[in-house]
């Protein structure tokens, strides 16, 4: 079993940053591919952006490139999410997902933390 806890949501105005980081612990961290989701009020969960197990390989959601940037840490067992020039349209809660697959399905990933919200005003 894998647990991951999500930190770092918050509220902001339109052109700020937030850092999302997620923690996990359990089995090795190294062998799973992690992904954020995000989750807005009366939509669809729909994935952020997704990093392999070494981190080389990533990918990320049209609607974010070039402002978000992850990362993963794998000694230390986490994964961060940098969000810059955050738009409104990005409010939603941030789930960090844990899985074997490298995938941007979230039924490919059975290992969610419980979400953080963040809150971007115009």
């Known amino acids: 079993q894998v647990h991951s806890v999500e930190s770092g949501g918050g509220s902001v105005q339109a052109g700020g940053s937030l850092r999302l980081s997620c923690a996990a612990s359990?089995?090795?961290?190294?062998?799973?591919?992690m992904a954020w989701f995000r989750q807005a009020p009366g939509k669809e969960r729909e994935v952020v952006v997704y990093?392999?197990?070494?981190?080389?390989?990533?990918s990320y959601a049209d609607s974010v490139k070039g402002r978000f940037t992850i990362s993963r840490d794998n000694a230390k067992n986490t994964v961060s999410l940098q969000m810059n020039s955050l738009k409104p349209e990005d409010t939603a809660v941030y789930y960090c997902?844990?899985?074997?697959?490298?995938?941007?399905?979230?039924?490919?990933?059975?290992?969610w933390g419980q979400g953080t919200q963040v809150t971007v005003s115009s």
């Open positions: 997902a844990l899985g074997v697959l490298i995938s941007r399905e979230r039924n490919d990933y059975p290992y």
């Open positions: 359990g089995r090795t961290f190294s062998n799973y591919a």
């Open positions: 990093i392999a197990f070494a981190g080389g390989i990533t």
